[in-house]
């Protein structure tokens, strides 16, 4: 059995090219294997067949959400039959849903192994939009954390976007010292329709407009599923999102950033999260093999389009990575490259050696790029009373393992 989540478009019509056989040309050349062609035509009339099939199919569970193939009304019977023998049209199944004070949205998801993923959905006010970031002295005190909301309905009008971030991998080998997931340590990749099952489940709660791969994992150390993962999520006949509104960041794996260009146009986003080689190091084992050097060399030759750029995000750890000496490093480092950088206040998990910086030296390290006419937005961070924020995902709760036999920090047991 075939996950059809795991399908491209060209795959799936490769597939029903023998389904789409013309019936008269079978009855006419009985002696042709399962497959086989009489003819140049008839192998042109099937692959045309298939490819419109693929299509319609693509449209009826990506764009319909219909997921029982007896209800796809102008598909033959055969056709179905043939599809539920060979292809199952993978469900995620739901553990845990909670939801935050500020609206965010964050998902357990039981893997058919008993293994277990987060992914998050992330709602972006429209008044948000409305208090721009220059405006420091306006800006009140709980300006870069999430505030409660009135309002929590996913389907309000009140959001400008609603940003799926989804996970690659059950765990993550980076062991990033800031990250909880990274403190699981790596239990195995998500496979394709594992990837793009997320996104559809979400879909099929809230009009998603955004994906972001800064879940659990490190996407490109999973690059053949995520690329292909993504290949599904561009497809015009199927999820259709733009190549704009699909990220994938990565904490550095310089060969896979070249990979990835080559594979497949979405945007990018570079963990970079300090301003000398000593002080990532520290932080971010991946950089003894990628140097800040290296990273940056791999992001001056990636191929972006008109008027893209990379964004690189910048963890603030207290005292640790946030003075005004490491603002004018970080701005060295990033010129002659099309950037934008996203800075992000550390959200405090129990068991971290780290602490959030105050919003007023948050607001001075911004300003510093700002005055210097480069885009540095704050992230604000959403979902942090329910471990939903950037670097607080993990799997049943605080293992990489999803087993119940497992506590999470403060020592209460997994969910059952």
């Keep these: ?78 056709l179905r039959a043939w599809l539920r023998e060979n292809v199952e049209i993978y469900r995620l199944p739901q553990r845990v ?16 192994d008993g293994k277990t993923v987060e992914s998050v959905i992330i709602p972006a006010a429209l008044q948000e939009k409305e208090n721009p970031d220059r405006d420091f002295d306006e800006q009140p005190a709980e300006k870069f954390a999430g505030a ?5 309905s996913l389907s309000s009008e009140r959001w400008s976007r609603l940003t799926a ?55 490109l150390h999973n690059l053949e599923n995520v690329a292909k993962a993504c290949k599904i999520l561009l497809d015009e006949d199927g999820l259709n999102f733009s190549k704009r509104k699909v990220t994938v960041s990565t904490s550095g794996l310089v060969p896979a950033i070249e990979a990835l260009g080559r594979e497949v146009d979405v945007s990018l986003a570079i963990s970079l ?38 964004t690189f995000e910048y963890v603030l750890l207290k005292d640790f990575n946030d003075s ?18 996203n800075l992000i206040p550390f959200n405090e998990h129990p068991g971290s050696e780290f602490k959030r910086p105050s919003d007023e030296t948050v607001r001075k390290f911004q300003k510093y790029f700002i005055d210097r006419n480069v885009t540095a937005t704050v992230r604000i961070s959403r ?13 049943v709760f605080g293992t990489a393992r999803g087993t119940d036999r497992h506590r999470d920090w403060a020592g209460s047991p997994g969910p059952s």
Excluded at 166 to 184: D, E, N, P, R
């Design 273 to 310: 999260n300090a301003s000398t080689d000593e002080q990532r190091s520290r932080i971010m084992p991946v950089n003894r093999k990628w140097n800040l050097e290296a990273l940056l060399g791999a992001c001056r030759d990636y191929p972006l389009g008109k008027h893209r750029r990379i």
């Design 383 to 395: 979902g942090r009373d329910i471990l939903a924020a950037c670097g607080q995902l993990r799997s």
């Design 1 to 78: 059995m075939i996950y059809f989540q795991s399908l491209t478009q060209t795959e799936l019509a490769e597939l029903l090219k023998p389904v789409s056989f013309p019936k008269a040309r079978r009855s006419a050349a009985p002696e042709a294997a399962a497959g086989e062609f009489s003819s140049a035509e008839n192998q042109l009339k099937a692959e045309k067949k298939a490819r419109y099939r693929a299509k319609q199919i693509f449209h009826w569970v990506y764009q319909r959400t219909v997921t029982d193939w007896d209800q796809m009304s102008d598909l033959s019977k055969d």
């Design 165 to 219: 971030c989804i996970s690659s991998q059950v765990g993550c080998a980076m062991s990033c010292k800031f990250c909880l997931t990274g403190i699981q340590g790596l239990d195995r990749h998500l496979q394709v329709h594992e990837i793009v099952g997320q996104v559809h489940e979400l879909r099929r709660i809230a009009p998603i407009t955004n994906i972001v791969f800064m879940g659990m994992g490190e996407p």
């Design 97 to 112: 849903n909670q939801q935050a004070l500020d609206g965010t949205h964050k998902f357990l998801w039981n893997l058919a």
């Design 324 to 341: 005004l000496e490491d603002a004018a490093r970080v701005f060295a480092l990033l010129r002659g490259i099309p950037s934008k950088l």
């Design 148 to 152: 409660p909301v009135d309002n929590k």
